[in-house]
Every structure is written in C-alpha cells, then in structure tokens.
C-alpha cells in the first residue's frame, strides 16, 4: 500500500524540488519504482517507468530455501502455483500506450515471461524495445562488467538514450533497475563515503553497503530528471516514484515483517509524484493507494480509454493529485498464498483503523488497530472478536468472488526440524499466544 503525499527533497541530487506524493517510509523500501509520465504540447502524454528490482536475502543457501517451489521441506501446506508466463489476454499499460502511438521500452528486470522470444516476453506484451543485463554484458547477479561499469548506471545510459532520442513524440519507459537486490556490490567510493558518516555520525544502525545501494539509485533517478530538465520537457512530466514491496526486517523501523509478510513493513511503500497538474504542490496526503490503481491513473492523464479492453481492479486517483475530491473505498486486499523471504501463505484486509490477517497453515488470524498500533504488535483478535469476525466474513467473500487460489494441501514433505531455519513466517515472535481462529 502506497500512501501520503508531500514535498520530498533529496540530499544528494534534489531530484523532486516540488509537486511530489510521498510516503515518509521512502528511505526504507527496497524496490522502488519512478514513472516518468511526460506529454509535449498537445500532444499525447509520454510516460517512462523506472523501476529496481527485488530484494532478497544475500545469503544463497537461505535464498534457495525461502523461494522454493511447492513441496519444499520447509513449507508446513502446499503452497499455490505461481505462473512463470503472464496470460497474453491481459492488455497491459504498456499496450495501451503503445496502440495509442507511444514509443515504448523496458530496461532492465522482466518476470512476466522467459526467454528471448514468445508471448510472454516484454517485446509481445507492449514494449518495442526490451534490454536486460545478459544483453549490456553483464553477467547474472553481477552489478558490474568486465570494464567496470555498474548495472544501474548502463541501464539509466539506456532509459536517457530512450528519452533523448523519443523527446518529440510521446513515449512510455519502463525502467527497473536490479538494485536494490541483493546479493549488494555497490560502488566501492560510496560504500567509504558512508563509512566516514558512521565514524562521523556514531549511528551504529547505518549499514554503509545498504547506503551505497540507495544512492547509487538514487544518483541515477536524478540523471533522468536532469536529461527531462535539459530537454525542457520537464514541466510536461508526470514522475512516480514508489516500491513494490517493503524492506528488509532491519530497516523497516517501526513497522513489523519484511518482504513477502502482509504487516505493514512488507506492503506500506513510499509513493511520489511530480506533475506539472498537481494542485497544491508539497502537500501530504494519507489516501491509501495500491500499486494496481497506477494503471487507470497514467491512463486517465494521458487521455487514453481502455475500459473496452481490459478489466481494472485499481481505482483513478488523478482527483488526490488534484485535490479536487477524495477518493474513496470501503477496504482493501492483498493475498499472497505462497512462500516468501519469513512470511508464510496469508491473505489480508484493510478496512477503515482496521486490519486483520489469515494465515493458511493453521487458520488463524490476527487482529490490529492501524492508528493506534502502526507496527502491529498488539494483536486483538481475541479480545475483540466480533471485529475480528467482520473483517474476516469481508475477507473471506472477497477471495470467493475473486476465485483467489487458497492453500489447505498438507505438505508431506515439511520437515519440522527446518522450521526454524525459516524465521517465524513473517509473524512477531511470541505472538501465536494472542492469535484466534475465526
């Protein structure tokens, strides 16, 4: 869930002087997602979306363990399927743009599909241009090649290219980067700049690696914005810069989980935009907004009908940008019936304060009060049961109409004794004491 909005400005390259939507969890998220949405004139809105990739564990043995397929020894139920292909009947925004004369590109990380050819690849799903690591010379989870350049500086060579090459007609770029993604090799002058600011500084939480990852990001995001500045298509720019997912447990702070757990720390992710049509510049807004609701936004800025064409679940909030109405629903989803990083298979709802989450190895659920508890760690379930009843009848009705895949197979593999190998599923330790089943 994305939230908030305001003025955010950089330390290092001041790349959103104004007009920004933000959340102030934006110095923990991992992944993290510019859309560079821009228009010339009259004409059609241009977009280009950058975008870093995953975070997982830099630890391999454990990377192996926590990603594995269904059936592993350390899953307790049979985990649900996960498509490696996306459907070809679902039209992508990235189609959308393209039929309505944009130039489109994507650089850098594409899990919709393998392969250097096919339905599933991102040059059959919308792009006209697809670059990922293998084709600038670097090798698999390497961030630099034989010469020494580093992967996030290749890729925004390549997304400015793009921009600079398409500045006279609308254009969609989709660009995301592998960093934040472990296993981390940053930039070796960073990693020391931040080494003298722990000496400096006696922050002993800072972990200058982790650091130099960001800025790296961070440095390249602005070069963008720099090349829009240089163009003079600035103004006409819609930029969006948010994750996909939280962080690491040790840079989540106050929020609980990580990375594939349904607390706040696994889905509460920064949100920023900048747009010339932005009412009231560097304001906060606390309107929820989920990553499915970018889809009809950047459409809906551009001018560009696609309701004929595909089904859209997220909602238009083009009226919080320009603060002409609030944007309202009544609650909001997330189901994840897999295995990820610490966390277990879980469904989740928000509804107003409130929010509860299923867990389908054992049917429990949890309870919390988001306003009063944002790190989730007073579980009320047992103490209000009535609330913890409604919310789970809502959640429960929705996975119904959505025919949302739920895992109740026993796996006869699990192994008990590697259990522990896997973290606590995602949950705060201790709390199964206080978790009811519905």
Known sequence: MNNSVSESRN??????????????????????????????????????????????????TRHDKTTAAPGSVHHRIMAAESKEVMDTEVVTIAE???????????????????????????????FDIYRKPQ???FEQHSYFDEDSRFLTDAFSDLAIEFVKSNRSRPFFLYLPYHAIHAPFEPKRELVQK?????RETGEANVDPIYAAMIEAVDQNVGRIMETLHELQIDEHTMVVFTSDNGGTPQVVAPLNGSKGALYEGGIRVPACVWWSGISN?????????????????????????????????????????????????????????????????????RMGDWKLIEYFEDHSVELFNM??????????????????????????????????????????NFDPA?????????????????????
């Not at 393209?98 to 040059?123: H, I, Q, V």
């Not at 931040?194 to 722990?198: D, F, Q």
């Not at 009843?389 to 809502?394: M, N, T, Y």
């Not at 590697?418 to 519905?438: A, E, I, K, L, M």
């Open 11 to 60: 330390t290092t390259t001041n790349w959103f002087p104004q007009r920004t939507l933000k959340d102030d969890s934006m110095r923990r998220c991992l992944r993290i997602l510019p859309v560079l949405f821009t228009w010339l004139l009259a004409a059609p809105i241009a977009v280009v979306i950058a975008h870093p990739g995953h975070h997982q564990t830099a630890d391999k």
């Open 96 to 126: 959308c743009f393209k039929d309505a004369g944009y130039a489109t590109a994507a650089f850098g990380m594409w899990n919709l599909g393998r392969g250097r050819s096919g339905p599933g690849t991102a040059t059959s799903q919308g």
């Open 135 to 137: 084709n600038l010379g």
């Open 194 to 198: 931040y080494e003298r600011k722990t």
């Open 281 to 349: 510049p560097g304001r906060v807004d606390d309107t929820p907004i989920l990553g499915m609701d970018f889809y009809p936004t950047m459409l809906a800025a551009a001018g560009i009908n696609s309701s004929k064409r595909q089904v859209v679940d997220g909602i238009n909030f083009l009226p919080v940008l320009q603060d002409s109405e609030t944007v309202e629903r009544d609650a909001v989803f997330w189901h994840f019936p897999s295995y990820a990083g610490r966390a277990t298979p879980s469904s989740a709802i």
């Open 371 to 412: 306003v009063d508890d944002v790190g989730e760690r007073q579980n009320l379930a047992s103490m209000m049961p009535v609330k913890a009843e409604e919310l789970h009848a809502r959640l429960t009705a929705w996975q119904q109409a959505m025919n949302a895949a739920i895992p109740t197979e026993s796996n006869l």
């Open 418 to 438: 590697t259990s522990n190998q896997r973290g606590n599923g995602g949950r705060r330790r201790g709390d199964r004491r206080n978790q009811t089943r519905p």
